[in-house]
């Protein structure tokens, strides 16, 4: 099938190479009606009240209305997103250099580092909050703090996985050890970086948006939990859409970010 | 793309020393440095006098756990079966869902697409449509940890099996004329790491799920509901010990499953 396919397109137009596409898709697109129709369909059979299951016709409607609300969220999340992401990548970047360089360092941390992942970044939402009330601040605190360990890791795993060949010949030239780390080291490890920061731009979202639905103020995350105090299933399923939206767009920015920084790199499944 | 490599990084930073030196280090360290850790900390209180709600010395936080014990880790435990069980169910799913979405290329077109747009999107928006359609008891907290859990067991099954190699598993297959022998005897085994790989990150998903279900629904079962009813009460020594017997649980679960990573992929 592939192959058929490269052979094909090679001398057909933008417009059939885009037809080609969209027939490539059509799984997709089938199912994606079925979902809606099953929905319709669950409604006309189980005869839902719209508070439970709210008709589709609705939940657009309350795209349109309150679109401009979304707007102001979405860039609200997003600022806190962004805000969490830079400080906990570069505390979490120059602290994996300072445990690079420190064996006691990297022997004392590591299950300490294995630990603190895997507790859900929630529960700290309440310290958080003791600590820097409600507000911007618990929600970038707690991105920060997630992309922290996500970006120390992948740093940490880049720096080891240098290849030992490299550094010796940067050895024999004399290089200074700064030399080293920012001519060899840095670069070699920029592949498994960058995976982290396209995972830690995802990551930084869910933990705003979590944060946001616990800590209610503002935001998108609020938005979702607000309109489900309001019983507003259909405000409630339109919010959800939006933030899935988002998430794949910045998860396609993630991706775009680090095809085009380690586009040297071949990554099998990308 | 949301690839295995995060896990397989804590491996590769501090590898496994050879020296006995080495080995007695790699215990007596990470003490050495939780005994440096604790009083740094009450330094820190005493340097900056923040007030006991707002960072609650060792001691207290030692008081909790030492006398709130049982509470604490019977909570843990209630939230351990949800987490236990979604793991189980979500790396089952992901598992029989990989290989359908890898041995069919409608299904793999049509589907795939979607589990990637949920495993890339926070998940945790669609909790309050499952507190609406299923309540707040057990039944919706294994949806939620099953839900997380899913998808990367999906993923790693599907890269894991697209990476055998077509050659070998034809070979087996003209030799026993069967479809399911050359799987059996070759593509699972080849895909084996991969999907372990995606367990344990399912693992972690499942206690994020636990956790994060009863934390949206205070006053239910689990430490996840404890611990933000604690932040009501602003009990910030419950807190800290709460996230530290959480972080025992998954830690001492990570490296049981690591282990039995390493038995079940001993060629590798």
Redesign the interface.
């Known amino acids: 099938?592939g192959i058929e396919r490269t052979l094909a397109s090679g001398s057909a137009s933008r417009l059939e190479k885009a037809g080609r596409r969209l027939w490539?898709?059509?799984?997709?697109l089938?199912?994606?009606v079925g979902i809606l129709l099953f929905w319709i369909f669950m409604i006309e059979w189980r005869d839902f009240h719209p508070i439970?299951l709210p008709p589709p016709a609705s939940v657009v409607e309350a795209l349109i209305e309150n679109r401009v609300e979304y707007v102001e969220a979405g860039f609200v999340t997003f600022y806190e997103m962004i805000l969490g992401f830079m400080a906990g990548g570069l505390l979490g970047f120059s602290s994996a250099i300072g445990?690079f360089y420190s064996p006691?360092?990297?022997?004392?941390?590591?299950?300490?580092?294995?630990?603190?992942?895997?507790?859900?970044?929630?529960?700290?939402?309440?310290?958080f909050?003791?600590?820097f009330g409600i507000g911007v601040g618990v929600k970038v605190a707690l991105a920060s703090f997630a992309i922290f360990f996500?970006i120390l890791?992948?740093t940490?795993?880049g720096l080891?996985?240098v290849d030992p060949a490299l550094v010796e010949l940067g050895r024999s030239l004399r290089m200074s050890e700064f030399a080293l780390l920012r001519r060899i080291r840095l670069p070699a490890a920029l592949p498994?970086i960058m995976?982290?920061v396209?995972?830690g731009i995802?990551y930084a979202?869910?933990n705003v948006?979590?944060a946001e639905?616990?800590v209610a103020t503002e935001g998108?995350?609020f938005l979702?939990?607000e309109?489900?105090s309001f019983i507003k299933?259909h405000e409630?399923?339109a919010?959800?859409f939006v933030?899935?939206i988002i998430?794949?767009v910045v998860?396609a920015v993630g991706?775009w970010v680090e095809r085009k920084t380690v586009f040297w790199y071949m990554e099998?499944?990308? | 793309?949301?690839?295995q490599?995060?896990e397989?990084?804590?491996e590769?930073?501090?590898?496994a020393p050879s020296s006995r030196t080495g080995r007695i280090?790699?215990f007596v360290?990470?003490i050495?440095?939780?005994i440096f850790f604790v009083l740094a900390w009450q330094g820190f209180i005493w340097v900056t006098g923040f007030h006991s709600?707002?960072?609650p010395p060792p001691s207290k936080v030692w008081g909790v756990l030492w006398n709130q014990g049982d509470f604490l880790v019977g909570n843990m435990l209630d939230t351990a079966v949800t987490i236990a069980w979604g793991f189980f169910l979500g790396g089952v799913m992901g598992f029989v869902s990989g290989v359908l979405i890898n041995h069919f290329?409608?299904?793999k077109?049509?589907?795939h697409?979607?589990l990637v747009?949920l495993y890339?999107?926070?998940?945790?928006?669609?909790?309050?449509?499952l507190?609406?359609?299923w309540g707040v008891g057990f039944e919706y907290k294994l949806l939620v940890t099953v839900l997380l859990a899913f998808f990367p067991v999906t993923e790693n099954t599907i890269?894991g099996l697209?990476?055998v190699e077509q050659e070998m598993v034809e070979l087996t297959r003209s030799l026993r004329g069967s479809n399911w022998f050359g799987f059996r005897k070759v593509s699972l085994p080849f895909a084996l790491p991969f999907v372990l790989a995606g367990l344990r990150i399912a693992?972690?998903e499942s206690?994020?799920g636990?956790?994060?279900s009863e934390?949206?629904v205070p006053g239910s079962a689990g430490i996840?509901s404890r611990?933000?009813e604690?932040?009501a009460f602003?009990n910030?020594e419950f807190?800290?010990a709460?996230?530290m017997v959480?972080?025992?649980f998954?830690?001492v679960?990570?490296?049981l499953f690591l282990w039995l990573e390493r038995r079940l992929t001993f060629w590798v």
Request: glycine share 6%; hydrophobic share 65%; charged share 10%.
């Open positions: 099938m490539y898709h059509w799984p997709l089938a199912v994606l439970v445990i006691f360092l990297r022997r004392s941390l590591y299950p300490l580092l294995l630990g603190f992942r895997i507790v859900p970044k929630v529960a700290f939402v309440p310290l909050l003791v600590w996500l890791i992948q940490g795993l080891a996985g498994a995976v982290g396209k995972l995802t979202l869910t948006v979590v639905m616990v998108l995350g979702v939990v309109a489900r299933t409630m399923i919010a959800i933030v899935a998430g794949l998860f991706l099998s499944d990308t | 793309m949301t690839s490599v995060s397989a990084a804590t590769a930073v501090a590898p280090r790699r360290d990470p050495v440095f939780a709600v707002v960072l290329e409608a299904v077109r049509a589907i697409p979607i747009s890339v999107i926070p998940k945790a928006v669609f909790i309050p449509l507190i609406l359609w890269t697209n990476g693992l972690t206690f994020i636990g956790v994060l934390v949206l996840g611990i933000v604690a932040a602003s910030t807190i800290i709460s996230i959480i972080a025992s998954g830690i679960s990570y490296f």
